[in-house]
């Protein structure tokens, strides 16, 4: 098994352009979240899913998108970057809700210049 | 409001035991996890508490005490490799996560 992957690992973004984070797993998760991580703060829940056709806004919802058409996959659209957006952005999932272990992908570091 | 303090840094020494505090205020309360992140990295799991008391796994403890909202991780026979972060979060009445900043852990030889 690969677990969660996350692509790509860098990407660097001018001020108003958009782009896609991928993030999939194989290890059939119901539940799959994204989260932002920026320097000396904790994990920010971005957005989340419990299942194919449904997601649910988390803390820092702000200039994102998702969506989950599969169980599989579950991308996170930036429309219109922002310098505020450059953090560390990590993908996670988990076999049912946040009571249980959730295994995160490797991460992307992106920049928004 | 929620909340998770954690120490920002530590030092320890190869060899020594270390504990890393954690104290938490969520709404309700669904279990007390413990991540460890290496520079770069992802985290990755290490432990989870529900129950109050000591759950031991290998080198590593970690303890829950939820009438004080109070939770430690026992670090043993500390090795280089365990420089990390090591990150706090509570599962609150919504199932969402609620995440530390992290404890940065140094070890020196």
């Known amino acids: 098994n690969a677990g969660v992957t996350q692509t790509p690992k860098f990407r660097i973004l001018k001020i108003g352009q958009s782009m896609t984070l991928q993030c999939t797993q194989d290890?059939?998760?119901?539940?799959m979240y994204w989260y932002r991580q920026d320097p000396g703060m904790g994990l920010k829940l971005i957005y989340y899913?419990?299942?194919?056709?449904?997601?649910d806004k988390g803390e820092v919802p702000n200039g994102y998108n998702v969506s989950r058409s599969t169980t599989e996959d579950f991308p996170l659209r930036l429309e219109l970057a922002a310098p505020s957006q450059t953090s560390v952005y990590f993908c996670?999932?988990?076999?049912?809700?946040?009571?249980?272990?959730?295994?995160f992908g490797p991460g992307t570091r992106l920049t928004v210049t | 409001g929620q909340n998770i303090d954690q120490p920002t840094e530590m030092t320890a020494t190869e060899g020594a035991i270390v504990q890393i505090n954690c104290t938490y205020q969520t709404s309700g309360f669904n279990g007390l996890f413990w991540y460890q992140q290496h520079a770069g990295e992802a985290p990755t799991f290490l432990s989870y508490?529900?129950l109050d008391g000591l759950e031991e796994k290998g080198r590593f403890s970690s303890f829950l005490s939820r009438s004080k909202g109070y939770s430690y991780l026992l670090l043993k026979e500390l090795q280089m490799k365990d420089s990390a972060s090591y990150l706090c979060a509570a599962s609150d009445s919504n199932y969402q996560l609620i995440w530390g900043a992290g404890t940065k852990l140094i070890i020196k030889p």
């Open positions: 508490n529900v």
């Open positions: 996670a999932s988990s076999i049912r809700d946040s009571a249980y272990e959730q295994y």
């Open positions: 899913s419990v299942g194919a056709g449904i997601t």
């Open positions: 290890m059939n998760h119901n539940y």
